[in-house]
């Protein structure tokens, strides 16, 4: 995969002022309040334990990737189609 600035579903990153790390989970999502974030994490290693708990973020509050998530040529479309929007 050529390098992204969109991280694939799976990754793990560290966010800025977030203790535990975060599993990437969704891309290109809203929240509650209807905002559009890039991604929609969850706490890892417990994984969802309610949408409550899900957090969004955008890429400029990565801190750390500590796993790049599983890409294909596939998931590569997809994210080439979401960073031409």
């Given at each position: ?12 990153v560290k966010l800025k002022n ?68």
């Amino acid at each position: 995969m050529k390098e992204s600035k969109i991280l694939p579903v799976g990754s793990v990153v560290k966010l800025k002022n977030v203790e535990k790390p975060t599993m990437i989970v969704s891309l290109k999502t809203k929240d509650n309040t209807n905002t559009n974030y890039t991604y929609a994490g969850v706490p890892f290693p417990i994984g969802f334990i309610g949408s409550e708990a899900l957090l969004y973020f955008n890429n400029e509050r990565i801190e750390d990737v500590y796993f790049l998530g599983y890409t294909d040529l596939e998931i590569e479309k997809y994210i080439k189609k979401m960073e031409g929007e």
